[in-house]
């Protein structure tokens, strides 16, 4: 056992970060990609200096105890706003907006179109064609008020 960690060379660490990189493609997780970028750092530093197996394995544990604090940081930052707030918020989208009632609003129901999607609303009652301003969303049902 001994004898393979005094074998362990730069074209081994090398190897194994291209291994790890390439099983990251398959299994995507983003978790070996790390671990192969800190085995391509320990192989790539072993071309500049030679450190012993011991320092060699301490560089990978370093290396890979660094990944996770610094994927952490740039998965966090955001270059620029979001260009799609409400993508699967579709009816925080609707709030604000208004529309023309398609039926009426009976004893507190209603429907009303927007685009080519039929809503359930509630709200006061008002006749067809009156344009209503949707102030809520819950699930599948708006809350209008009279604009």
């Known amino acids: 056992m001994?004898?393979?960690?005094?074998?362990?060379?730069?074209?081994?660490?090398?190897?194994?970060?291209?291994?790890?990189?390439?099983?990251?493609?398959l299994a995507p997780g983003i978790f070996l990609f790390w671990l192969g970028l800190a085995a391509f750092l320990v192989g790539m530093l072993s071309f500049i200096?030679?450190?012993?197996?011991?320092?060699q394995m301490l560089l990978?544990?370093?290396?890979a105890a660094a990944a996770v604090p610094i994927w952490r940081r740039v998965a966090q930052q955001k270059?620029?706003?979001?260009?799609?707030?409400?993508?699967?918020?579709?009816?925080?989208?609707?709030?604000?907006?208004?529309?023309?009632?398609?039926?009426p609003i009976v004893d507190g129901a209603g429907i009303v179109r927007v685009d080519d999607t039929i809503w359930r609303v509630s709200g006061p009652d008002v006749p067809a064609g009156t344009k209503v301003k949707i102030v809520q969303a819950d699930g599948a049902s708006l809350t209008v008020d009279v604009a």
Do not use: H, S, Y
């Open 2 to 25: 001994a004898e393979m960690f005094v074998t362990l060379g730069t074209w081994n660490w090398l190897i194994f970060g291209v291994l790890l990189m390439a099983l990251e493609l």
């Open 49 to 55: 200096i030679t450190p012993g197996w011991q320092l």
């Open 60 to 63: 990978f544990a370093v290396f």
């Open 79 to 103: 270059p620029g706003a979001n260009p799609n707030p409400f993508l699967n918020k579709r009816t925080d989208a609707l709030i604000g907006r208004v529309f023309t009632l398609d039926r």
